[in-house]
């Protein structure tokens, strides 16, 4: 068998196997090495009350259903025709620490090598991949759930039309999209919207979205609203809007740079469906616990407290949409929290939940990895809408990237889905400032 076409040995780091349990059988029909150490480190996760200690003890479960089949030390098969192995041996390298643990792993692969295996490093770690090519070992990011952010669905497409063709084709009642959209453009899916922009006035525009169902677009449903003051100032955020105040959509995911208005049309169009409207009988708000630079340390104080703290974020949104009030912004903010019309839960407490009936808008999606996103948005309940926001270009997550994270993968995995609807949002409108320091720094 030519070197090409042989099974290659994957060493698998411990952080793969807490980013994703699953990435233990993704692999194929190759070879898949679990050093030791590995072993050790899940150890010390799987006592934790949080998303790692939750997948370190789903590997171990796994891996203890293997040893059922047979020796873990000499490799068991799998169902995909591969081999899982434990292996023990990670001699020490020249030039490197000993007793680090990530030392140790690539001596474990570099082990494999000299012995004639086609070895490649599986890591996260970036640092821990530059010490593997050191070693003139391949190495290779966990590729499976990435998704290509530049190529990243934005919700929508642009269509230039004549300047009388904007406003006749958007009060039509429904349009066939073969007779306004190329060819390059189709098929469009469930919710995508079309902007029809005038050619001698590019700030002209109409808005349509495509009904799956009849296969045709359609006006968007809603009026331009206004809510707590706030009113969509692009196409962009009208957009957000229409799929924010849809009941139909269940999964709403806005992503954008800093400053594009997010997490402000999001808690604007949640307040209206939970306090005007009453839609939903309760906001529920939450983020990562993710500090930005080096973190403060603990916290003093009950949960709520330490909320506030993680929330600032959240209470400057809330408090520039009810300065409006008649009320001091800030009791009001507190009477309502008092209510529990709105609630700041930590992620940390959402598992194992069934929330129903609650308008739910997790902020700063873009630094929980795919399982997490999966785990919040299985916990809704009958009649529960979730949205997601965040930035993948500004992760704090230090195993995850613009490509990685859970936020652009569900974007992509439920694109097309009936009770799914997306916007990319590109414009910031916090201020001048702010949109120079997105646009240069």
């Known amino acids: ?28 029909d190759n070879r898949v090495v679990i050093p030791m150490v590995v072993l050790e480190e899940l150890d010390r996760f799987k006592t934790a009350n949080n998303e790692l200690g939750q997948n370190s003890r789903e590997v171990v479960r796994a891996l203890d259903r293997l040893r059922a089949l047979g020796s873990l030390r000499e490799g068991v098969k799998t169902p995909q025709g591969g081999t899982i192995q434990v292996v023990m041996e990670s ?49 290779e990011d966990y590729k499976a759930m990435r998704v290509n952010v530049d190529e990243l669905y934005s919700g929508y497409i642009t269509v230039d039309v004549a300047s009388d063709e904007v406003d006749d084709l958007g009060k ?6 073969a007779k306004l959209v190329g ?3 189709l098929p469009l899916i469930w919710n995508q919207f079309v902007v029809l922009r005038d050619r001698a006035d590019k700030e002209h525009t109409a808005l349509l979205r495509y009904d799956g169902a009849e296969g ?53 169009c949640g307040l209206n469906k939970v306090i005007d409207s009453e839609r939903y009988k309760k906001l529920l708000v939450s983020r990562p616990i993710m500090p930005l630079g080096a973190d403060i340390g603990y916290l003093p104080g009950t949960k709520d407290d330490k909320m506030v703290h993680w929330m600032g974020p959240i209470f400057d949104n809330l408090h520039f949409l009810l300065a409006s009030e008649e009320r001091d912004p800030d009791d009001v903010i507190k009477r309502l929290i008092a209510e529990e019309t709105i609630t700041l839960e930590a992620l940390t407490y959402i598992r194992g939940r069934s929330i129903a009936r609650q308008f739910v808008v997790v902020d700063e999606a873009q ?4 399982h997490e996103i999966k785990t919040i948005i299985s916990r809704a309940g009958e009649d529960t809408k979730v949205v997601l926001t965040g930035d993948p270009h500004q992760i704090d997550n230090p195993y995850l990237d613009s490509n990685s994270n859970g936020l652009t993968h569900v974007v992509e995995r439920l694109r097309g889905q009936p009770l799914a609807g997306h916007v990319t949002l590109t414009k910031s409108e916090r201020s001048e400032l702010a949109g120079v320091a997105a646009d240069i720094l």
Not at 367 to 370: A, H, K, Q, Y
């Open 183 to 185: 060819k390059e453009d």
């Open 91 to 139: 001699p020490p390298l020249d030039g490197m620490l000993t007793g680090v643990n990530d030392n140790r792993i690539l001596g474990c692969a570099h082990h494999l090598k000299t012995k004639g295996q086609q070895v490649v490093f599986i890591s996260k770690d970036i640092n821990a991949r530059v010490k593997a090519d050191a070693l003139d070992i391949p190495s």
């Open 172 to 177: 039509k009642p429904a349009i066939d999209p």
């Open 367 to 370: 630094n929980l990895t795919p």
């Open 1 to 28: 068998m030519s070197p090409a076409n042989r099974p290659k040995t994957f060493v698998i780091d411990t952080n793969v196997l807490l980013h994703n349990p699953a990435s233990l059988f993704s692999f194929a």
């Open 216 to 268: 045709m677009l359609k006006p968007l449903a809603h009026e331009p609203p206004e809510l707590y003051s706030v009113t969509p100032r692009s196409p962009e955020q009208r957009m957000a809007f229409e799929l924010l105040l849809d009941d139909n959509i269940k999964l709403v995911t806005l992503v954008g740079r800093a400053g594009t208005g997010k997490t402000l049309l999001a808690l604007a």
